[in-house]
C-alpha cells in the first residue's frame, strides 16, 4: 500500500517496491535515519583513493619508502605476503593521496565490488596496519575512534549481505 505523503521521485520507493514490498522501503526510510559512515570520519583527508599517475601534477619520490599493494591480489582477508607488494614506485609524475592512509590502522577496499566468479557484488575491504601505498583502484579511510575494535566492527558491516543489500539500493 501507498501513503498520500509517500515521496514517488525518490528512486529507492521505486526500487522497493519493484523488487521488494513495503518492508524493504520502510527499512531503508529507517537506515537512513541513523548514523553515516561520515559522521565516524574526521574531517579534512581521512578518506582518499590511492596514488595515481599522471603527468598533471607534481614529480615526487615521495612514494618510494612504501611498497605498491598490486590491485589483482587484493583480498578481503588473510596475511599479506611479499607477493602481494611490487616495488616502490620510484620517482613518478602523480597524484600522491593522502600519505596518512598509507600507515597506521586503517580500511583499504577495491574502489568497485567485484562482478567475477562468486562474489556477486561484494565489497573487498580489509583492515590494515602495515605500511604499503596503493593505486587509486583503492580506497583508504581512517576513523575518528581509531581503536581496532571500532574498524572491525565496520569491517564486519562492510563484509556483510546487508551492505550488498543497502548499497544495492543506494
Known sequence: WLEQNEDCVDYRFWKAYWWGTHRDYQFIRRLDAEDRLGDFIPSGLSVDRG????SEHQVT???NKYPVLKKDTFLRYGPLTQDNFGPSPGLIKAR???LDLYDGPRLVFSRSPKQAA???GRLIARFEKAKFCFTDDVLGIQLKDGTDYAYLILLGILWSSFSRYYLWFA
Open 96 to 98: 600522491i593521496g593522502n
Open 51 to 54: 596514488y595515481q599517475l599522471g
Open 61 to 63: 619520490n615521495t612514494l
Open 118 to 120: 562468486r562474489a556477486h
